[in-house]
Each structure stands twice: as structure tokens, then as C-alpha cells.
């Protein structure tokens, strides 16, 4: 490889994590203002829920079209960064002449429609510029996904800026996003075969035993992750209270570290699967954080340092397997589309976001803190026997 072209591999994770995290910030953009929203719109706690859950749903319904059109596969991923950014900024702009959640979702799950063509093809593309480490690539894309998803916390913990200026900015910043990812990343020189269109290679993704197991693996992943990340900083403050504490910064700054670690965590996560093995490494850590979400609600009475501690470490190994998944099945899945397979994966993974957000509140309710994160436990537990399963099969890939 000449010294130009090696120049070039190593600043393509920089620039493609740098566009990723820019062009994502219209995600969480309402997340970063539910508080002064909810003085001016008067929000409901199911009106302020229902902001986030309608990007879910757009992004499901975006990569659902895009996996059955095939168009991460026969679309320059670079051009489909680029539209789906462009697409994000006007529906999360728009959102600052709403007068309420009336108008508010639509323009919210529009958001996450348009973000369907920025995330998938963003991992597509990091892809294309390596074979060996591409774990440790993909880490670092998912690492920065994370401290995007990060940010709004420690926004809130900052707090005073007009939430109409938090809108516009993060509107400018996915433009940019999308402008860095189509100038100044090009794709590598591991570029995957030429597709063609075939609605029918939605419906054969899951014939592949591989992308199956990483597949079920990477849906208790997902029935875990956001769920922690949208209530960690309610508990939280649940906690901070408990111990005589109101102060709501607090509660914002600690949820800022706790997700933010994962960045770390995803890093890490990288380097075990590339060198120990991936399946093994999404086990490890799935086990890890389905034992932090059953521990950590019975440390509701704990001193709040202890609670932190905990926090931390789930923070770290709930989001240190996600890269994996998506690297195995452009390992595993038929290469012309790599694409539609990870469409399709991250589809069905955020439709399950969507019960666990709403369903932790409930469950909360119900039966309190001490034992409302332990409903998360079964999706880990699930994943990492998937991922042992596909630990036992003999694929290079995997081992």
C-alpha cells in the first residue's frame, strides 16, 4: 500500500466517524430539549416518550424500505449518507416551527426515516476499507454513534440555550455530516461486489445460518441498549433523590458518562473481536450487562457512588458488543448484499427498541426501580446463547 493510499485508510475512520456523528445529532436533537418542551407544549410524560419512539419508528420504517429496494447495495453508500442527512436536517429544522406533538412526531419520525440512509451505509462503507481490524473500524463508528447519543445529556446538564437554537444547530451539523461523508470519504480498496435488484434477498438473509445467530444475538443486544440509555438518567435522579438529592444536573452529567463510556466500550469491544473472536467477545459482554441490569436496581438503596460504579460498567459493556454484530455479517452474509443485510438487521433490532422504551416506565409503576432493569435481562441472555452457538460453528469469521 503506498504511503498516499495508507493516508488515506487511516483517515477514514476519522472522517467517517466524525460525518456519522455530526449527521446523527438530529436523532437526539429533541432529546437534548424535552425539558423546555415540555414547559412550552405542554408535554404529557407519554407526549415528551412518544418524540423519541417516532424516530424509532422512522428508522425502522426507512431501513425496512431500504432493505426490501436493496438500496444500500445498488446506491453509492456515500450518496445515500448524503440524501439521508439532507432529509434529516429539513424534518428536524422543521421541527422548531411546530406548535405541539401534533406535528412534532410526524416531523420526528421523518427524522428517523431520512437517518436510515446515513447509518447502515455509513458501516457498509467502513467496511470497504478493511479486512483484517475491520472489528476495531466498525468500534469506532459505533463509538461515535454512542457519544452522540450521549450529547443531549450533558446539554441538559449545561443547560440555557433556547431550544430553537439546540434545532437549527444540530441541523446544520447532520448537513455537514452528510457533506464530509460524500467529499471526503471514498469508498476503500475492499469493495464489495456489484448488486443488482432482488426484493427476494430481504427474505433470504436469515437463510444464512451465520447472519441468523448474530442476527438473534444482535436483537437481545438491542432489547437491552436503549431502553438503558432512555430511563438511566430517571433512575438515576430516582436514586439522587432517595439519598436526599434533587439536583437534576447531577442526574444529567452521571447519564453523560455512563453512555458516553460505552464509546470506550464499543473501542474495546473491537479489539477482543478481532483478536479473541467475536462471538466470544459479544457473549462475554452481553453477560456482563445482563448482570448489571439485574444488580443495579437492587442497589437503589445503595450509596450513590456504588450505583455510579455499576452504572459505568453497564454503560461500558451494553454497547461494547454492538460493532460485532454488524462486522459479522459483512463477513457472513452473501457480499453483493452486505447492505440489505444490515438494513434488515438494524430494522427488526430498533422495532424491539421500541416495546422496551415504552415498557420500562410501566413496569416501573409497577414494581419500582429495584426491579424494572431486570426486565431487560433476558434479551442478553438470549443474545450471548446465540452468539455461543455461533461461537461452535466452524467459521473463521466468528472465531
Known amino acids: 500500500m503506498t504511503d498516499v493510499a495508507g493516508a488515506r485508510r487511516r483517515a477514514a475512520p476519522a472522517f467517517l466517524s466524525v460525518a456519522l456523528v455530526l449527521s446523527m445529532t438530529t436523532w437526539f436533537s429533541a432529546s437534548a430539549v424535552i425539558p423546555q418542551l415540555r414547559a412550552q407544549w405542554q ?22 424500505a431500504s432493505s426490501v429496494l436493496n438500496l444500500a447495495d445498488i446506491v453509492s453508500p456515500r450518496l445515500m449518507i448524503l440524501g439521508g442527512a439532507l432529509g434529516a436536517a429539513a424534518a428536524n429544522a422543521l421541527l422548531a416551527g411546530a406548535g405541539g406533538p401534533a406535528s412534532g412526531v410526524p416531523l420526528r419520525f421523518a427524522t428517523g426515516l431520512s437517518l436510515a440512509g446515513v447509518y447502515p451505509p455509513a458501516l457498509k462503507l467502513m467496511s470497504t476499507w478493511y479486512r483484517s481490524g475491520r472489528g476495531v473500524a466498525l468500534g469506532t463508528i459505533v463509538g461515535a454513534l454512542t457519544l452522540g447519543s450521549a450529547g443531549p445529556h450533558l446539554v441538559n446538564g449545561l443547560g440555557g440555550l433556547d431550544w430553537k437554537t439546540v434545532i437549527y444547530a444540530t441541523s446544520v451539523l447532520t448537513v455537514l455530516g452528510g457533506l464530509i461523508a460524500r467529499l471526503a470519504v471514498v469508498e476503500g480498496p475492499f469493495p464489495f461486489p456489484a448488486a443488482r435488484f432482488d426484493p427476494r434477498q430481504a427474505r433470504l438473509v436469515f437463510a444464512n445460518r451465520g447472519v441468523r445467530l448474530a442476527s438473534l444475538g444482535y436483537f437481545g443486544h438491542m432489547w437491552e441498549l436503549y431502553a438503558m440509555w432512555a430511563w ?6 430516582a436514586v439522587l433523590r432517595r439519598h436526599g438529592g434533587a439536583d437534576g444536573a447531577a442526574a444529567a452529567y452521571a447519564t453523560f458518562a455512563v453512555i458516553g463510556l460505552g464509546a470506550a466500550g464499543s473501542w474495546v469491544g ?43 460498567v453497564w454503560g461500558f459493556a451494553v454497547v461494547a458488543d454492538s460493532a460485532q454484530f454488524s462486522t459479522i455479517v459483512t463477513e457472513l452474509a452473501d457480499q453483493s448484499y452486505v447492505g440489505t443485510a444490515l438494513t434488515l438487521q438494524l430494522a427488526l433490532g430498533f422495532t424491539l427498541t421500541v416495546a422496551t422504551i415504552w415498557l420500562i416506565p410501566v413496569i416501573e409503576h409497577a414494581v419500582g426501580w429495584r426491579y424494572a432493569f431486570a426486565f431487560l435481562a433476558p434479551g442478553p441472555a438470549l443474545g450471548a446463547f446465540a452468539m455461543l452457538r455461533l461461537n461452535a460453528r466452524p467459521e473463521p469469521a466468528s472465531n
Open 43 to 64: 408535554l404529557s410524560g407519554t407526549a415528551a416518550s412518544w418524540l423519541t419512539i417516532a424516530v424509532q419508528l422512522g428508522f425502522v420504517a426507512g431501513a425496512l
Open 270 to 312: 473491537g479489539v477482543l473481536g478481532d483478536r479473541w473472536g467475536r462471538a466470544k467477545t459479544t457473549a462475554a459482554m452481553m453477560i456482563v450487562s445482563g448482570l448489571c441490569s439485574v444488580q443495579i436496581g437492587l442497589l437503589f438503596s445503595a450509596p450513590v457512588w456504588v450505583v455510579l460504579i455499576v452504572g459505568l
Open 232 to 237: 438511566f438518567v430517571v433512575f438515576f435522579a
